[in-house]
């Protein structure tokens, strides 16, 4: 069961500067003006994606220079719908995660790229697996909490649609 409400616990966010967030933190926009980002990469080098907006599924390296402020929810987990494979073989949609090697990336935007290019998301640290056995999905979800606590926060699907 998954609780659907979206309330979240006082000690279950903070609100700071873009710098200090670390990677697996959500980081929400508290106006219009703000973005909404997925934090991924290292601790030595965090990296934002933008999950919403014109400029959605574009990534970037997080430098101590970002002054901008949000609602920062740390330790999410993302979990992927097993039933949205996609064929890498066709076009790969911006926002579809991928999990090869020892990490899940993200198909990103790229200013020097018109196709998506491989972020990582989680580098290095998930139980290895080979380029063959790579696999591409098209809907995820990030994630806060567990069992009758567990909360879905933020939803992705870039699943390409049926021609009619």
Do not use: C
């Amino acid at each position: 069961m998954v609780r659907t409400d979206k309330m979240l616990k006082l000690s279950e966010f903070s609100v700071e500067t873009l710098a200090a967030v670390k990677p697996l933190s959500l980081v929400l926009a508290r106006s219009a003006d703000e973005g909404n980002f997925l934090v991924g990469g290292t601790e030595g080098q965090p990296i934002l994606f933008k999950l919403d907006g014109e400029h959605s599924f574009a990534s970037w390296p997080i430098n101590s220079d970002y002054d901008e402020v949000g609602l920062v929810i740390p330790a999410i987990e993302i979990e992927v719908d097993q039933t949205s494979i996609i064929d890498t073989n066709g076009s790969i949609p911006f926002g579809a995660i991928s999990r090869r090697g020892q990490s899940l990336s993200l198909y990103a935007r790229n200013n020097n790229s018109p196709r998506p290019v491989l972020v990582a998301v989680i580098n290095g640290t998930l139980p290895s697996v080979t380029a063959q056995q790579s696999v591409t999905f098209g809907r995820w979800q990030i994630v806060l909490g567990a069992g009758l606590d567990k909360r879905v926060l933020w939803t992705v699907d870039v699943t390409p649609k049926a021609e009619a």
